[in-house]
């Protein structure tokens, strides 16, 4: 790694950048040292609170190799559940590569032991584990740049990316990293919904990878919700387990038990307040909450509110493609996009290649952050290593970076419409071809003016950028949906009720100013084995 | 979101500074941090876990400020508690906080069993 200044920008060389620091980025960035890389981190926060692992507690996807039929058995009904679009190959390389990775943590994380003694490798608490995987990155001497947005790729002239350049939003200036390759690890985006964690996850490395020309895939799955206390971001979903559900007036709601809450919820909540107890929660497990998941009981605590007892009015975040699971398209078992020298770990990439059409949760969703982020820093630094000199590549940013003419552009505003196309549970739960199409429009006018005009100053920039991140995310994720002329897992079209079996394939959609889909008919992805 | 920093515990270690992750926070000079930018605050609670002299308040509400009284937090017995509910720094070895989050899982088993008990 070298190091210059040039005015006001920091320039630095690596083999490898990688943009973001949560789960999926630590481990690409502790993977592509160990390949022997020189490895940058850049973070738009701080790469150990950053991102939505942090405030939460994964139980990754977890099944013992022995005996065989354990893993066989859970693929199978993990591919029952995903519809017929995930991977039976991803899915075992997934179970194998997060069964060897997370004992590898020993000595950062200090693992709890059970009743039987046996150590717990599977479910590791969010700050711990953010943690432990900071102090494993600085070990291993990754330069990890804290507080520095990337806001555009590089791109040389063969197409390949080259490297990125951000703000240094505490230091004051800008930074350029050439590298040899990059790992997008910038997390998915629940459009500022207000999910707890996920504000700093704004869709950045999708609209980064689509400007030097990358595809996504999956992003009709957009509509994954949970519950909070209302006013509060508290998405912390275990003790909602032993919730009951009631209307203004007291009633009790009908709502099935298990994961297919979202609907009836939705439904309840679009004819008036919803409110809440966890009065069936057993004694033994309200003493306990506060030392599984500690944060669970803030807001209660410091509103006076017994969850056991009182009820309270709850609400819904919108998840995104963080618990949903669009992201971009991932065409080799290493993790590279469609464009070359650009990898994608994490909820930066699609998960349907393990998921299906159905959430990721917590389980499958950390366990392909694990291994997807390991896969792109190992292609990424087998990519750096072919590429001989550090040559830096040209910018590539565009909508809020370089305008056709500068006039202001309303970034709240902007927002504001984002959100409602892309939240509201009449549009994005209760989907129709109709509104699904209005939704299209409507984003496709403002993008224009938003392209044409907006232009980030000082400050602003970071927030300009990201409102275009999510602009052109919203696009994406409606244009799939009008495209997925069915129902399938979590999209569920009201006026399309039934599954069409020539649907049975992965949606691509990409194209900036103007948005494209198509069907992927390269399944299974082929895997050099 | 985040709405005190205590005068009388805050050491100007400026850690918090350093680990939000939404940049709420200034360091000030010879002084203790200053909440700079309040709106950005997502409520992550990140920096009172990250605070070794509980001298950060974070409210509830995420969408809006809630100012409180300094006073009656001082009393109130909420500072420091999601730290110590996490077992980090002293109170690491004290068996009333082990990390118990592997329970997760089981949690969810008995909640199922209590639906198939008709519950």
Request: hydrophobic share 40%; with cysteine.
């Amino acid at each position: 790694m070298s190091i210059s200044s040039s005015g006001d920008t920091l320039h630095l060389e690596a083999d490898v950048l990688i943009i973001g620091g949560g789960l999926a980025g630590t481990w690409a960035a502790a993977a592509a040292r160990q390949a022997g890389a020189s490895v940058i981190l850049a973070d738009k926060g701080y790469c150990g609170t950053s991102g939505v692992t942090a405030t939460a507690g994964p139980g990754h996807w977890w099944v013992p190799p022995d005996p065989p039929e354990l893993r066989e058995n859970a693929i199978r009904n993990r591919q029952k559940s995903g519809f017929g679009i995930n991977d039976p190959e991803w899915m075992a390389r997934v179970l194998a590569k997060t069964w060897e990775s997370l004992p590898t943590l020993h000595g950062f994380y200090d693992f709890s032991k059970d009743e039987t003694g046996a150590t717990r490798y599977r479910e590791l608490r969010g700050p711990e584990y953010m943690r432990a995987l900071r102090k494993i990155v600085d070990s291993l001497g990754v330069t990890v740049l804290d507080h520095c947005p990337a806001l555009e790729l590089l791109q040389r002239p063969d197409g390949s990316v080259s490297g990125a350049r951000g703000i240094r939003r505490q230091k004051g200036g800008a930074w350029q990293v050439n590298a040899g390759a990059v790992v997008l690890a910038t997390g998915g985006t629940s459009f500022l919904s207000r999910l707890l964690g996920s504000h700093t996850n704004t869709g950045d490395g999708y609209l980064m990878a689509a400007e030097a020309g990358a595809e996504l895939s999956g992003m009709e799955f957009t509509n994954y919700y949970t519950v909070a206390l209302a006013g509060t971001n508290m998405t912390r979903s275990m003790s909602y387990a032993f919730a009951t559900y009631y209307d203004e007036d007291g009633n009790r709601l009908p709502i099935p038990p298990g994961p297919d809450i979202i609907r009836p919820l939705a439904a309840a909540m679009l004819k008036g307040k919803v409110f809440c107890d966890l009065s069936r929660t057993p004694e033994d497990i309200r003493a306990k909450v506060p030392i599984i998941s500690p944060n669970f009981m803030l807001p209660f605590r410091r509103w006076d509110i017994d969850p056991y007892r009182d009820k309270f009015e709850v609400t819904m975040h919108g998840e995104g493609t963080v618990r949903g699971i669009g992201g971009l398209r991932i065409v080799s078992e290493d993790c590279g996009t469609s464009v070359p020298g650009l990898y994608a770990a994490g909820d930066a990439a699609t998960r349907e290649l393990v998921a299906g059409a159905i959430s990721g949760g917590g389980n499958v969703n950390s366990a392909w952050a694990v291994s997807s982020g390991q896969w792109a820093g190992e292609g990424a630094t087998r990519f750096a290593v072919r590429q001989r000199g550090r040559d830096s590549g040209r910018p590539i940013g565009q909508a809020g970076l370089r305008p056709v003419s500068q006039h202001a552009v309303d970034l709240r505003a902007t927002l504001s419409v984002v959100q409602n196309e892309m939240l509201s549970y009449d549009k994005n739960i209760f989907r129709a071809g109709e509104k699904l199409k209005r939704s299209g429009e409507v984003l496709d006018d403002i993008w224009k003016i938003f392209r044409a005009h907006a232009l980030g100053n000082g400050a602003d920039v970071l927030r300009t950028r990201e409102t275009a991140a999510m602009l052109a995310t919203a696009r994406w994720s409606a244009a799939s949906a009008l495209a997925r002329d069915e129902s399938r897992g979590m999209h569920q079209r009201d006026d399309r009720p039934q599954t069409d079996a020539r649907l049975e394939h992965r949606i691509l959609v990409g194209g900036l100013d103007k948005v494209w889909t198509s069907g992927d008919r390269s399944r299974p992805l082929e895997l050099a084995s | 979101m985040i709405e005190l920093i205590l005068e009388e515990r805050c050491a100007a270690c400026n850690k918090c500074v350093e680990i939000c992750p939404t940049n709420v926070l200034a360091i000030a000079p010879d002084r203790i941090p200053r909440i700079a930018r309040q709106e950005e605050c997502e409520t992550c609670f990140m920096c009172e876990l990250y605070c070794p002299h509980d001298a950060i308040y974070v409210g509830p509400d995420c969408e809006k400020p809630q100012p409180v009284d300094k006073g009656a937090i001082l009393v109130s017995g909420l500072l420091g508690e999601f730290r110590r509910n996490h077992g980090w720094d002293e109170w690491a070895n004290d068996p009333h906080y082990t990390n118990e989050h592997w329970q997760m899982e089981n949690v969810f088993l008995r909640a199922r069993d209590l639906v198939k008990a008709g519950q």
